[in-house]
């Protein structure tokens, strides 16, 4: 049996090292038409910052260490220019020749490719880069040793554009971020995104959002805006987003769906027998909503990868689709998702309810515990759990990858009271944010708790409700106040509750939403119409900082 | 309605404030022997280090503040010493008088007291301490600055013992350790234990196992083993283990069982009406296998106070029990384990099979990836998760709280491969341990793999198998050599496999696991019978060192 790969990294090399592992006699030979594989592409921007030092640490492995372990025919440099699906045979390119390879079996892994928009001037200009691979890395630590740049414009604020502007600055560049949304991280909802565009202005990066670059000048050193503005760049990073590589697949006439991706079956087969494909290419299904979706990260690239390589030697393996799970650090600051966001909700119609909670990475009286702000999004009917954000310094990692099994498992919000996590003091804590995440959304599910958005203030405001603020004066002094607020600090609330008028509605706050809560129980108690605002003064001056008084 | 509770702690105050919340009218007394609630036990042993610098950091609230912001009455120094089930009144005594306080419900969150064996010249001791309260660090502390103990002796070796012991070595002082089980941090399995064992070491902690002490001489100067050899110490500390605080219980004939814990039902209700209990003290069904245990723990106490306050407010709860999920840090190794170890399923007759597998905090190729340990404990029909333990400098806490939620939820290990944590290279691997860990067991379940664990291979080896050892020629030198072992390194066994006699079963052994597990495949399909040392080298030369040649 002949097994062709075609693509040799994450979602490639994976199936055919298990392949291996699985037949021993089978001829496995892999396709990559880069000059390296097995590479870690996701250690490219911390090469780029010079944090991984050496070069030989991003190739995980070589075409020598494959062939010395696993006996596999890899052929770097080696690009599939065309497959015939009835004859059962691959077309390949390398720098001396082309020929065909027969195959019984063929698995596809060939990736994405960063998107490059056709801008006016993109093609003359000589200092745009995208980053996918080694030698485009090469390329950009190359430039920048020869030309010291100092200005850089990243175009694109997801992942990798952040990671990037952060490697940049460490290079000693002064960067400049240039994005279409409305605001960076577009990922995540705009009021966690928020801290991450914070940190990233605290540390010097400039930031333009709701505009796209709309032309190079003077071969790439002006960057234009749709605004007319034009900004000076020594060295352009382009990460718009990829798109599936599916040249190839296209020349089989395999079938492509949402945004051009390979569609697969559940056994990762295409409509073309024998013929399967894995990783950044394919369409997968949303787990939790069963809708089309791309998913470009590495962990179900190797997963789908392993389990190709069983489905193809004989073993029980579904393909189930990926509920996507992320995370960036930018700075000092680390941001992470799991599931749906709110966007996504709204696209597929799902009603959802908010919380977010502001817990420590571990006990608040043990030393250097950073802040966790937790964002849950969930049904508010039957508590299916939808989705999750987080962000602050530290332990950001574990709680989405609490909710991202929690989300897998099916749990509800109610269930996440009941989880029992490692807590000592260095740890965790006795109500670990997860836990406190549940308690609160659980308060707002059986109505104990009601509360409104940070977008819901400035209208409640003017409808005539009443904001109350129960943080102590010395807050009120050190972080500023919100805009005609009542102030009464929670711990005198009881004796000065009738300077509160009781014909209007009340919304809560505090710094966290915690007091603001317990405060709301008080009132609500004492016959007022209250509600609390969720994620309160830390949340709302992120997002709106402008509307805060000093 | 006037609601008491016994207790005014984790499980205590949890459920007053919680009461608070949703019943502003009640009357809420908590009642509190010693002279502070609301106080951080989990942070004393780091108070005595000196990590935690301020005692106030301790003291979560006071009376004072628990009445400003709770309107609670709190009453330290208030013992309750007797119960009347019938008048529903309790007795209270503090140190001006006793009086009666009657009530609509009782909570009990007596938590538990050390355990003090009767051993000879425990009284006539003058430096023997225990560890459950603040004046119980007080007493340490001032010990320790007037009498500037050299030298201590901690009897027992359970988490908090090993906290004080690191703390005891942070203070200046030589530590030695006794402990009667046959390994430091009995909760965990000996091969994992071995690791923290080996830190001690090497910290310069002293160990004795399987010792008890039998008698203090010389007012405590001198710690008697029950071999007959004397140990010097200067402070003794004795954390053998705690009992639940049942004294006021017993006095309403409420019922205990299983080690003295009190029985509650699904609602937390005692055999006695109106009277509840919760934390510590109560007899808790392990939710794994339906059994009664005890968990001594600050999550649950925490979780099941809330819980009970709301099933006295009338809102839906069930006391469904725990799975126990527990850490620990010892210098700069940390311990973890959640559900089952091997004793407790042994002893309840369940069927095991255990993997181990070792990867790396996060992506190894990123600066400063720690290695991670992984046991899992599972079944081997079903893929039923019994339990996990964890040992490593880094990301212990987050691969165990995974692994507590994917318990709770009933996940297998077939579930783990498709979890999907957040990747990036400073937080986690393409592959985490987590999935590894469910690869490997899946390996193991569907037969594409067997193992034996570091314990069967002395005899195995005895019984005429050949110990093969792929690791490299300068892992031998640097690390030591397997008895009696067969080299050759993984990526030349093609070449040289004809070395190996064909008619005698094979056990491999590589460093990890990984390549022995590689090489195991490679064998099993040229006609081998072999079988994967679990845990390989890394284990073994942990857990059986003298068997090591250098
Ligand atoms: C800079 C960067 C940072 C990233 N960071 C993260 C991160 O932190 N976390 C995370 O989860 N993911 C990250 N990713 C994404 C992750 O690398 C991908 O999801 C993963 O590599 C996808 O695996 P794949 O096998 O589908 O594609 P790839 O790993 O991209 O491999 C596809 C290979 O196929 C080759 N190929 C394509 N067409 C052909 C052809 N016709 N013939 C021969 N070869 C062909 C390509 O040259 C390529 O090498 C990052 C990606 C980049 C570029
Ligand atoms: C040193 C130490 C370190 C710990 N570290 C950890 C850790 O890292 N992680 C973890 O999860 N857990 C840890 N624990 C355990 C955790 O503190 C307990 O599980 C938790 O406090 C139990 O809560 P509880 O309410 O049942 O009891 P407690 O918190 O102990 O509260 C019970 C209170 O009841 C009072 N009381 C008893 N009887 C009466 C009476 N008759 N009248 C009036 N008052 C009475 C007692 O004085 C006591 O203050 C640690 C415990 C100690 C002592
Ligand atoms: C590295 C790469 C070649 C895959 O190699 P691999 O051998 O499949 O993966 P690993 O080295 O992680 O080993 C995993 C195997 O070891 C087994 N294993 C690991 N530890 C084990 C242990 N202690 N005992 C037994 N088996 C063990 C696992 O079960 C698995 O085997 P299986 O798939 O047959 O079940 C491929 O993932 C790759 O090219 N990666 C780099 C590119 C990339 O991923 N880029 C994107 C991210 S930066
Ligand atoms: C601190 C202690 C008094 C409990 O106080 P508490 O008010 O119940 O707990 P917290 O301060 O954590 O607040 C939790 C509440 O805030 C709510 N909350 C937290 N963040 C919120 C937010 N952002 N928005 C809305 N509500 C929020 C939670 O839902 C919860 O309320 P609920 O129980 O009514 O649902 C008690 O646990 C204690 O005494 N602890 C110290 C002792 C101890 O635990 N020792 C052992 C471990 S060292």
Redo the contacts between chains.
Sequence with gaps: MRILIIGGV?GGMSAATRLR?????AEIIILEKGPYVSF?N??LP?YVAG??EERS??L?QTPE?LQ????LDVRPESEAIAINAQTKEVTVKNDKEEYTLVYDKLILSPGAKPLIPPIDGIKEAENIFTLRSVPDVDAISTYIDNHKPKKAVVIGAG?IGL?MAESLVQRGLEVTIVEKAPHVLPPLDEEMAAYIAKELHDKGVEIYTELAASAFEESGKVVVLENGEKLESDLTLLSVGVKPNTDVALTADIETGFRGGIVVDDHYETNKKDIYAVGDAIVVKQQINNQDTMIA???????QG?QVADIISG?DRFN?G????????VFDQ?A?S?GLNEMQLKSSGEQYDVIHVQGKSH?G???NAGTVLLKLLFNPASGKIYGAQAVGTDG???R???L???I????TIQ?L????????????S???PV?MAG?AALNII?G?SESIQWHELEEKQSDGHILLDVRNESELIANGQLPNALNIP???L?ERISEIPKDQPVIVSCHSGLRSY?AE??LK??GYKVKNLDGAFALYSTIRPERIIK
Tied chains: 1, 2.
């Design positions: 994450a592992r699985l037949n021993e006699d870690a996701c250690g911390y944090e991984i640490k991003l995980v260490s010395a372990r696993f006996n992942f990671e990260l590495a962990s179900p690239a190797n997963r392993r073993l189930k990926s509920i996507g799970t992320a995370i960036v650090r680390v992470a799991t006990a009286y043990y030393p950001i990692d574990k989405i990858d609490i991202a099994t929690a897998k498992a099916g749990l269930d009271p009941e989880l029992e996590f490692t807590y000592a003091p260095p740890f965790g006795a109500k670990d836990n308690y059986e104990v929670l711990d005198s009881r317990i129980r008080l108690q004492n």
